[in-house]
Each structure stands twice: as C-alpha cells, then as structure tokens.
C-alpha cells in the first residue's frame, strides 16, 4: 500500500523560508514521481514542482521558480521542498502525491495523495 506523508508546514512571514517534507513508502523502485500541490481558499488546486525520484529530474511552476528547490533523498525514500523568499500569495495547503506514470503539474494526473500540511505568510 503506497502511503504519503507530507509534514513541515507552518507560519512564515514574507521573505521567510520553510522546508516541506514528504516521507514516501509502499513503492518497490524508485521509478515515480512526487509532486506538491497546493490549494488556497477558494481556488483550485494548482502544481507547484514535481521530481522524478530515480533520475532526479524536476519541474517547477512559473510562479514558484527561483524560489522553490525539490530535492528527493532516496535513501530515506523522502522529497523535500525547499521554500524561500515566501509570499502572502504562497499562502494555502500543500500536498505531495505520487504517481508511476507522469510526472506533470497538472494533479488531476496522480493517483497517490497524501494528506495537507498549511503553510500560511504573513505579510
């Protein structure tokens, strides 16, 4: 059974950082991708980065480049998402999913979810 847990949400104020962590278990290679999503109040859910876990390849929304580093530690079969010069706008609940097949920024596409950590800017 593939089980996601998303964890290092929390208050930063703008121009802080914070580090999201998503410890993956269930899968018997490392040939998927995990992404982060997030979702604000009142908006749809969007993508914010993917890595593919065996070539390390990544991805990254326009609005989160620059700023925002995915890393996978395959030894700890954990993502990370390193999060600095944080915005008000980055305010809403973060998600990791997984999925074997793509690893698109589009969340319809992924079929693991782990459960929401928020993360809220304060301005």
């Known amino acids: 059974e593939v089980q996601l847990q998303a964890s290092g949400g929390g208050l930063a104020q703008a121009g802080g950082s914070l580090r999201l962590s998503c410890a993956a278990s269930g899968f018997t290679s490392d040939d998927y991708a995990i992404g982060w999503f997030r979702q604000a109040p009142g908006k749809e859910r969007e993508g914010v980065s993917v890595?593919?876990?065996?070539?390390?390849?990544?991805s990254y929304a326009d609005s989160v480049k620059g700023r925002f580093t995915i890393t996978s530690d395959n030894a700890k079969n954990t993502v990370y998402l390193q999060m600095n010069s944080l915005k008000p706008e980055d305010t809403a609940v973060y998600y990791c999913?997984?999925?074997?097949?793509?690893?698109?920024?589009?969340?319809?596409?992924?079929?693991?979810w782990g459960r929401g950590t928020q993360v809220t800017v304060s301005s």
């Open positions: 999913a997984a999925d074997r097949t793509t690893m698109s920024l589009r969340w319809t596409e992924y079929r693991f």
């Open positions: 890595i593919w876990r065996s070539s390390g390849t990544t």
